[in-house]
Nanobody
Framework: QVQVVESGGGLVQAGGSLRLSCAASGRTFGSYAMGWFRQALGKEREFVAAISRGGGSTSYAASVKGRFTISRDNAKGTVYLQMVSLKPEDTAVYYC???????????????????WGQGTQVTVSS
C-alpha cells in the first residue's frame, strides 16, 4: 500500500493560482489510480479530479473543469493539482486519495479509494 501526503495549500486571492502536490510512498505508485477530493466546512466531501494509473485518462468535476488540471509523475511518485482562476467557493480542505487499479481508468467516488492523505487547506479570499 502507498501512503500519501498532500502539500501546497494556502491562502490566495480570487483569480489566483495554486498547485497542490501529493507525494506517495512505496515502489508501486504506477499501479495506483489517484484522485483529489475536497470538503468545505459543513459540507460533504466531493470529487474534484482523478487520473488513471498511467496518466492517460483524467476526469473532472463540472465545477472545476477548465480551471483545474490533474497530472502525475510516476517516476517521482507524485500527483499534482494545478488550480487557476480560483474562486471563493473553491475554499476547502483538499484530500489526495489512491487505490490500486487493475487497468487504466479513473474513479469518481470516495468509497472507491482506500488510501487517503490528511488534507491541505486551500482558502480563496474575495
Amino acid at each position: 500500500q502507498v501512503q500519501v501526503v498532500e502539500s501546497g495549500g494556502g491562502l490566495v486571492q480570487a483569480g489566483g493560482s495554486l498547485r497542490l502536490s501529493c507525494a506517495a510512498s512505496g515502489r508501486t505508485f504506477g499501479s495506483y489510480a489517484m484522485g483529489w477530493f475536497r470538503q468545505a466546512l459543513g459540507k460533504e466531501r466531493e470529487f474534484v479530479a482523478a487520473i488513471s494509473r498511467g496518466g492517460g485518462s483524467t476526469s473532472y468535476a463540472a465545477s472545476v473543469k477548465g480551471r483545474f488540471t490533474i497530472s502525475r509523475d510516476n517516476a517521482k511518485g507524485t500527483v499534482y493539482l494545478q488550480m487557476v482562476s480560483l474562486k471563493p467557493e473553491d475554499t476547502a480542505v483538499y484530500y489526495c486519495a489512491a487505490r490500486v487499479a487493475s487497468y487504466s481508468r479513473t474513479y469518481y467516488t470516495a468509497d472507491e479509494y482506500d488510501q487517503w492523505g490528511q488534507g491541505t487547506q486551500v482558502t480563496v479570499s474575495s
